[in-house]
């Protein structure tokens, strides 16, 4: 059972939105996939901060603006703490799947494409039990990045950044 408040808006979204979505073209989908897959491997081989490289490049210059500093700075920040958690636990038996079977990809208002997912991910060297979360991949400057929404604030965040994803998103207007 999915318990994200994040995931259920995401899915009632897409409910809602249920003519806007469609089985993408087969290079939109192998590129969606490839970066997919190339995120799964570089958790599963213990590089958690890898996932840096899978988020906007916009959405970390205005996370790094809000943090005072620049996208690179910000960027590093994380790294740091990303590298002090992982080095301070075990990844023995860390998974990370993201279910693109049946995805289906819609665009945005400005021609954006987007894509609900879940991630399904367990930790349990870092005493992270299986959970299932909700993320969007967005296409920005002809890359797919992936952000997973574990709570609204990271959809309110994205929307911010992304104002044409806060309503296929169904994130209130600020």
């Not at 994380?78 to 860390?94: C, E, F, M, Y």
Request: charged share 20%; no cysteine.
């Amino acid at each position: 059972m999915i318990n994200s408040p994040i995931f259920k808006a995401l899915t009632v979204a897409a409910m809602l939105l249920p003519a806007g979505f469609a089985q993408a073209d087969a290079p939109t989908m192998d590129a969606l996939t490839g970066r997919v897959t190339s995120l799964e491997g570089e958790i599963e081989s213990g590089d958690l901060a890898a996932t840096l490289d899978y988020m906007p490049p916009a959405l970390l210059s205005h996370l790094g603006d809000l943090a005072g500093t620049d996208a690179t700075g910000f960027k590093e920040m994380l790294r740091t703490q990303i590298t002090d958690v992982v080095t301070a636990g075990d990844l023995q038996g860390a998974t990370y799947d993201v279910e693109l079977d049946g995805a289906e990809v819609a665009q945005t208002d400005t021609g954006r494409a987007y894509a609900l997912l879940e991630a399904v991910s367990a930790f349990p060297g870092l005493g992270v039990p299986e959970m299932r979360t909700g993320m969007v991949a967005l296409m920005d400057d002809e890359t797919w990045y992936l952000v997973r929404l574990e709570t609204p604030m990271h959809g309110a965040m994205l929307a911010e950044v992304y104002p044409d994803l806060a309503e296929p998103l169904d994130i209130p207007a600020r």
